[in-house]
């Protein structure tokens, strides 16, 4: 074997050690910021009875009956899995992924860490975050260097908005005294989210039957050479029960930008849990 080929192969050796230290490491940093996160839920003995529904518009109403959460007890943490496909632009490829998430009820929080495979051999490890107000995102191709490292107010309000709108896989959070609602019509009521850092509000879309289907919002939007508020759509279809509520399983996150929708994500809930403040087994 010459030694063009030796070097070749020890470096080949080399650098997949280095990717396995590199991920095993992120891991381990994302394990202790969720274990933290988890900590530091509140938590209380409190079941959800009619009365807490009464003073909600009409469609968020029969969205929190239909959803099962009547007489059940109010959950201090979620957590959930999800697989699906996403992609950063228009133009761009769509890598499959997988992903863990853990919510905080109060105060309202999430960490979602994220494993997407760009092709043969290649991969991300990632995370998007909302903790004390504050929204972070960091992307790692190979888990080597971070390609996304970012935070400022435009992430807060992104990641703000995004809690508020996932709230539809836990519809207890409707009833957080940091949420307020307001009427719309019969198929429409707007969310108020207020966090330590500020406020953000949004629009829920509800079927006659009254289940969640689509949430929209103005989000600002990493472009160049700065953030930009744009119209932003997530919407949500085939209900399922789990973990005693109706809830739905699939969703896309669309943009509106100026040449059209663009669909930068595809998803599927494959677990969710309630009241386990406690990491997925890797």
Same mark, same amino acid.
């Given at each position: 074997?010459?030694?063009?080929?030796?070097?070749a192969?020890?470096?080949?050796?080399?650098?997949?050690?280095?990717?396995?230290?590199?991920?095993?490491?992120?891991?381990?940093?994302?394990?202790?910021?969720?274990?933290?996160? +988890?900590? /530091?839920? *509140?938590?209380?003995?409190?079941?959800?009875?009619?009365?807490?529904?009464? /003073?909600?518009?009409?469609?968020?109403? %029969?969205?929190?009956?239909?959803?099962?959460?009547v007489?059940?007890?109010?959950?201090?943490?979620?957590? @959930?899995?999800?697989?699906?496909?996403?992609?950063?632009?228009?133009?761009?490829?769509?890598?499959?992924?997988?992903? =863990?998430?853990?919510?905080?009820?109060?105060? #309202?929080?999430?960490?979602?860490r994220?494993?997407?495979?760009?092709?043969?051999?290649?991969?991300?490890?990632g995370?998007?975050?909302?903790?004390?107000?504050?929204?972070?995102?960091?992307?790692?191709? @190979?888990?080597?260097?971070?390609?996304v490292? #970012?935070?400022?107010? #435009?992430?807060?309000?992104?990641?703000?908005?995004?809690? +508020?709108?996932?709230?539809?896989?836990?519809?207890?959070?409707?009833? +957080?005294?940091?949420?307020?609602?307001?009427? %719309? =019509?019969?198929?429409?009521?707007?969310?108020?989210? *207020?966090?330590?850092?500020?406020?953000?509000e949004?629009?829920?879309?509800?079927?006659?039957?009254?289940?969640?289907? #689509?949430?929209?919002?103005?989000?600002?939007?990493?472009? =160049?050479?700065?953030?930009?508020?744009?119209?932003?759509?997530?919407?949500?279809?085939?209900?399922?029960? %789990?973990?005693?509520?109706?809830?739905? %399983?699939?969703?896309?996150?669309?943009?509106?930008?100026?040449?059209?929708?663009?669909?930068y994500?595809?998803?599927? +809930?494959? =677990?969710?849990?309630?009241?386990?403040?406690? @990491?997925?087994?890797?």
């Amino acid at each position: 074997m010459g030694k063009g080929l030796l070097l070749a192969l020890g470096m080949a050796v080399g650098l997949v050690g280095l990717v396995w230290i590199s991920a095993r490491q992120f891991d381990r940093t994302m394990d202790a910021e969720i274990g933290e996160l +988890l900590a /530091s839920a *509140h938590s209380g003995e409190r079941i959800v009875t009619e009365q807490d529904l009464e /003073s909600l518009p009409n469609p968020v109403r %029969i969205w929190l009956q239909t959803s099962g959460i009547v007489g059940q007890a109010m959950p201090s943490t979620v957590r @959930l899995r999800q697989v699906g496909r996403i992609r950063s632009g228009p133009e761009s490829s769509w890598m499959s992924f997988r992903a =863990d998430q853990y919510y905080v009820l109060e105060p #309202a929080a999430f960490i979602w860490r994220v494993y997407a495979t760009m092709g043969p051999g290649l991969f991300v490890r990632g995370f998007d975050s909302f903790v004390d107000g504050l929204g972070r995102m960091q992307m790692k191709p @190979l888990a080597l260097f971070s390609v996304v490292d #970012a935070s400022g107010s #435009a992430l807060d309000q992104g990641a703000a908005l995004r809690y +508020l709108q996932e709230t539809v896989w836990f519809p207890y959070a409707a009833l +957080l005294e940091s949420i307020r609602w307001e009427p %719309i =019509d019969e198929c429409h009521a707007r969310a108020i989210l *207020h966090t330590e850092t500020g406020t953000v509000e949004g629009t829920f879309q509800f079927d006659e039957e009254g289940h969640v289907t #689509a949430f929209e919002a103005d989000r600002y939007r990493d472009e =160049d050479p700065e953030p930009t508020l744009r119209p932003w759509r997530a919407v949500t279809c085939d209900e399922t029960a %789990i973990a005693g509520m109706s809830i739905p %399983i699939r969703g896309e996150g669309i943009w509106e930008l100026p040449d059209g929708p663009f669909t930068y994500v595809e998803l599927e +809930l494959v =677990d969710l849990d309630l009241d386990v403040p406690r @990491l997925y087994p890797r």
